[in-house]
């Protein structure tokens, strides 16, 4: 992904080890060209919110072209007749999908609106905010909150945690006990969750989620300045509370703080919730955490006028594929798939 700062994602130790998140349908479509891989995107399916209501809904995905095949308008317009084809006879009660917002190469192509391609209608702003983590001392609560662990509590009672604050948001996924169980397979058993009480009330909860032995986000480089200026851009980082730039070539030691929910009630204590977050991921050595909101979401302010930290803008878009039954149409509610699922 071209952009300020050019960034890879890899599958390591196998493409398909990050499959079946939260219960999710996977299908991977490749290109072949006399043999040779050149191209692929993947198709997830899965149980989201939609307007209140649990739905069937698909995220395009990891859409990649070999270098070899950049510009072959052939090969991009082929997968999609195929994929069109797909969701005609199987389809979604909606579909989207992200578009890193400086990758202006991609978004050009599908948003142009290319006869033969899918529409693409922009439905969101989306934000990722990078932040060092950071092991000092935790952040005071107001008062009659208290954080603990998530081993305290069933799987049970995380997953209608997280549900009711879904059902508040489009796109956030639907779990359930089984799904919140099946996660330890991929790096997050229950006790990597923090939960955030009220009293003897479970008011919110927060994954802290190393993803690494499944996916990787990998740095290849830096653009124009950036890449000259990284070294000072790093030392006053130190003093500012910035995560480092790192060197070409690394994975980034980074959690996810998702998937999260918080009482709507209780945002005053979503900075000192996040911090907890770091400070339970700079304890088992990582640098960096991530959470991500729509800009239209009450918790962004919140999260802006708390924490400085590395911004990445990405657009999220319906997908409406042609001959397909019409999509539904979103309501007011802010849209929030979790950033680990993205």
Known sequence: M?????????????????????????????????????AAGRWVISD??????IRRIAYLGELRLDSSVQGRADIVLRGYRHLAGEYVRDPADFCFTSIVADNERARRMLERGVRGMPRYELIAEFTTMLMRASASRSARLPPGLAIESGETVSAKDLADC??????????????????????????????????????ARLAGCMAVWDQRSFRQIVVHGYNGGLAIARPVVNLAGAVLGLPRLPKPGSILS???????????????????????????????????????????????PVVVRAFRGRRYASRLYSVEWPGAPAVYRLDARPCLPELASL
Do not use: K
């Open 2 to 38: 071209r952009g300020a700062i050019e960034v890879g994602f890899a599958h390591e130790p196998g493409y398909f080890h990050g499959t079946g998140l939260a219960g999710a349908t996977d299908r991977t479509l490749i290109a072949r060209e006399r043999g040779r891989l050149v």
């Open 48 to 53: 989201r919110w939609l307007n209140g209501e």
């Open 162 to 199: 997280l549900s009711e604050f879904g059902r508040t948001r489009n796109l956030s996924t639907h779990w359930t006990a089984e799904r919140i169980d099946a996660l330890a397979a991929h790096g997050l058993p229950r006790s990597d969750f923090l939960l955030l009480r009220e009293g």
């Open 254 to 300: 980074q959690a996810m703080l998702s998937p999260m929910a918080i009482d709507p009630r209780l945002s005053n204590a979503l900075p000192a919730f996040l911090r907890e977050g770091m400070r339970a991921a700079a304890r088992r050595g990582l640098e960096i955490v991530a959470t991500g909101f729509a800009v239209d979401d009450p918790c962004w």
